[in-house]
């Protein structure tokens, strides 16, 4: 995962070939899905809302990415790690006052 250009997602970087780390193994890696901020966003307010979870804003990423990911594929289990809370949210436009 990671986030689309020009998008900025705490928590979830954009590496730039150069600095892609020497451990980084392209072969090993199925397929890189772009998620804006918007998507980050709103995915988090959806777990909280739906789902009782209150994360951050790149466990909210990582599970826009599940969620496109569970739209091309068939009878498969995807797993998303949650790392992060929402609360260092609370006074951003993440979760407004309502």
Do not use: H, M
Not at 3 to 29: C, D, H, M, N, Q
Not at 32 to 43: G, H, L, S
Not at 55 to 62: C, D, K, T
Request: charged letters at 25%; a negative charge; glycine letters at 8%.
């Amino acid at each position: 995962v990671q986030p689309s250009e020009g998008s900025s997602i705490p928590g979830i970087r954009r590496w730039p070939e150069e600095y892609l780390p020497k451990i980084y193994e392209a072969s090993r890696v199925d397929q890189i899905i772009d998620v804006t901020q918007d998507e980050a966003e709103n995915t988090t307010r959806a777990l909280a809302i739906e789902e009782g979870i209150f994360a951050g804003i790149s466990s909210g990423g990582a599970v826009a990415a599940a969620l496109k990911l569970s739209r091309q594929v068939e009878n498969a289990v995807i797993v998303s790690i949650i790392c992060d809370r929402g609360d260092r949210y609370l006074s951003t436009d993440v979760f407004p006052a309502e």
